[in-house]
């Protein structure tokens, strides 16, 4: 079965001859199941939200699921020490982002006390040069890193350091740059 006729297995109020409209608040009964509640402003801690789910099925068998799924509070991996690592607030590892934002916050962090030296003391084209390197890396490798990012402490780091890059970067290309 092709094109519209599986839609109206799926979805018999849409079949052929009924009149579509959307449902309003006249629609809804006392007990009535709502698939999109008012969402609640906050949770308090360790408190569970049930969500209503409604999955398809294949469209060939034209079976419709539903039910309840349950989130309660999430769960941290653990690094060696037993503790959760702080960069995982959603329980999954990510290797990959954890170095790339450890990396932007390290040499962001190296560019900014470079351009400061830059910008408060004489110093040699070679300090330049190297405060120039360092705010472009942390620079290119923090929004590459933002943008595959996982989770809130990953970000907040990666803009601490890609800021922290663009201010020593500025301060070295003030002085010349790669130029120097």
Request: include cysteine; hydrophobic fraction near 40%.
């Amino acid at each position: 079965m092709r094109g519209n006729r599986a839609k109206h297995l799926a979805r018999p109020d849409l079949a052929p001859g009924k009149p579509h409209r959307t449902p309003g608040k006249s629609d809804r009964t006392p007990g009535k199941p709502v698939d999109s509640p008012i969402p609640r402003l906050g949770r308090l801690p360790g408190e569970t939200s049930r969500e209503v789910v409604t999955v398809a099925g294949s469209v060939e068998s034209g079976t419709v699921e539903s039910g309840t799924v349950e989130s309660g509070r999430r769960h941290n991996i653990l690094n060696s020490d037993g503790q959760p690592h702080p960069l995982n607030s959603d329980g999954q590892p990510h290797p990959l982002q954890n170095a790339l934002t450890i990396f932007t916050l390290v040499v962001g962090l190296v560019s900014f006390v470079l351009g400061m030296l830059v910008r408060n003391t004489h110093t040699s084209a070679a300090v330049v040069i190297l405060t120039t390197a360092t705010g472009l890396a942390a620079c290119l490798v923090g929004l590459y890193g933002q943008m595959i990012s996982a989770t809130r402490e990953q970000r907040i780091l990666i803009v601490t350091g890609i800021i922290a890059g663009f201010v020593g970067l500025a301060i070295a290309l003030g002085h010349g740059g790669f130029t120097a």
